[in-house]
């Protein structure tokens, strides 16, 4: 919920400066960690138009934001809000995603939660996604519920994994 609030607070905070360009390296200098990820995440978002033109951004780019995505939407409604929204769009990419972060024991959380669904693979489509979770998520809500028990517990400590990750890949958030 905490993300969430930061998340929309930084959105106001974006659109006020939206005649200034995005300056990395002043991000990177905010003294709190959480902050500087959700910055990133709010240009990217702002830059990408919440996902719908993607292909804006670059690969390290789309990791960041598919990581977020997850924690934002799990940490307000659950594995459940994630595959309803459109950020399980991504659910299958989002284990690829932690992964090359170093989110191992999170990757494999999203796993268990994507195995409910027919081969473990869910549906990019949206509305084919939420017909599919409409006749899964009685028997997928006992493994969610442990899931997002297990997400909450924050093995991977996201933040700080995401900023190593933002610092080794600098140049293609500089862009």
Not at 99 to 108: Q, R, V, Y
Not at 121 to 137: G, S, Y
């Amino acid at each position: 919920m905490k993300k969430l609030l930061i998340f929309i607070a930084s959105i106001f905070s974006a659109n006020a400066s939206s005649q200034t360009e995005f300056d990395l390296d002043k991000v990177l200098k905010m003294e709190r960690r959480d902050m500087i990820v959700t910055e990133i995440d709010s240009y990217l978002n702002k830059k990408c138009e919440f996902g719908e033109k993607i292909d804006r951004l670059n690969e390290s780019q789309i990791v960041l934001l598919i990581v977020e995505n997850l924690e934002r939407e799990i940490n307000n409604g659950g594995f459940n809000q994630f595959y309803f929204n459109s950020s399980g769009n991504y659910a299958n990419e989002t284990i690829d995603a932690l992964t090359k972060i170093g989110a191992n024991k999170t990757a494999e959380i999203v796993k268990k939660a994507n195995s409910e669904f027919e081969n473990g693979t869910v549906p990019k489509d949206r509305a084919e996604r939420q017909n599919k979770l409409e006749l899964i998520e009685e028997k997928a809500e006992e493994n969610w519920n442990k899931c997002d028990s297990e997400f909450y517990e924050y093995n991977d400590d996201l933040t700080e994994l995401l900023i190593a990750f933002i610092l080794k890949n600098k140049s293609d958030f500089e862009k």
